[in-house]
């Protein structure tokens, strides 16, 4: 069975517009959730989210263009081309036809155009019909996230979507393994991006009850596995990655971040939203049970970047599942949920933070989860409180559940020849 190996990495979100800057925001503690600025949120009864600031999107797309693309596949394009080029495929933006008809891409997201669709729901309702943008539905497409990629880029081998909320960047992640396993293509390029932080969006959340309200304290709002926790933050950004086979890796002696050795998917059969302890156990367990096969020796999990939403229901599931899969507390490995700091990105959490887990990996060093105040009984697990960790990971693992009870576990190790 072919190897798959990771060999570009971009990502964007609150605390960066790059890899590099993020990453060391990350591993600093920073936060990056403040008040809301994308739209008027004074009568919300949460009015906090981790926004992108200072993103020009005309600066990748030109004016003319920047307009037929919803802020989500504006956010992908930046992240995937930061990917492209630090994977070393690309000449003036572009690959080869060669390179390119066997070069796939996943596009992720949750939810997709959702501020267009909002906008051109009220400019039919008020002004009619015939007011509406003929880029409307192409913007608000999440397949458009690859459409606009794959142009850009020149990739016209698979061209697919993941759209399984908060899990879609982890399934991209593993929808792009399946295709170069089976052959489909010899790389892939992963873009999982989000940006639902408007009315509708942050509403709707809202109407659950699923949002921290602690306006009046942005920065320690989101509080993964905290006993106060009482609701997630949401986040905007986007995760890309370029996925490759190892021969096509080494063939062109690219550089390699890590190799894929295991996955696992499951699905709760339960409850649209509450989330169960018994499918990301089994998403987690399938994913280990993978990485055994493939790894050829017995395994040490180093680090586990968690779903961690900082949900009372998320954060306790989730720590019992991990528990129940190392066979109690004592071995389990530390476990950090980084959306304390850039909120939770929906569709986009998945791969932005696979790539965080890479970096992790990749620079010894274990990520904080902050705004740790106060013990839950129900989440007593290492979480590497407040302040990053140095540490020597080898393999690590990185969960994603999402509503409708759809769940993806991802395991990534150094590479070794």
Known sequence: MQRVVITGLGMINSLGHNVKDSFKAIVDGECGIDTITLFDASDFSARIAGEVKDFD???????????????????????????????GLTTDNKVSDEVGE?????????????????KNSIICSSRGPSKISPFFIPSALVNMLGGFVSIQHNLKGPNISAVTACAAGTHGIIDAYKSLVLGSATKMLVVGAESAICGAGVG??????????????PKTASRPFD?????????????????????????????????????????????????????????????FDMAKRNNGE?????????????????????????????????????????????GHCLGAAGAIEAIISIKAMDEGIIPPTINQIEADENCDLDYVANKARKADLNVIMSNSFGFGGTNGVIIMKKFED
């Open 102 to 118: 066997q070069f796939g891409i996943v596009a992720a997201s949750g939810i997709g155009g959702l501020a267009n669709i909002e």
């Open 298 to 342: 017995e395994l040490k999990i180093d680090y586990i970047n968690a779903h961690g939403t900082s949900t009372p229901v998320n954060d306790k599931n989730e720590t019992a599942g991990i528990k129940k899969l190392f066979g109690g507390k004592e071995n389990c490995p530390p476990v950090t949920s980084t959306k304390g700091q850039i």
């Open 57 to 87: 999107p005309t600066a990748i797309l030109g004016k003319k263009e920047a307009k037929k693309a919803d802020r989500f596949i504006q956010l992908g394009i930046h992240a995937a081309r930061e990917a492209m080029d630090d994977s």
């Open 204 to 217: 709707g959340f809202a109407s659950m009850k699923a949002l921290s309200t602690r306006n009046d304290d």
């Open 227 to 287: 006993k106060n926790r009482d609701g997630f933050i949401m986040g905007e950004g986007a995760g890309a990655l370029v996925l490759e086979t190892l021969e096509s890796a080494k063939a062109r002696g690219a550089k390699i971040y890590a190799e894929m050795i295991g996955f696992g998917e499951s699905g709760d059969a339960n409850h649209i939203t509450t989330p169960t302890q018994d499918g990301p156990y089994r998403a987690m367990k399938a994913a």
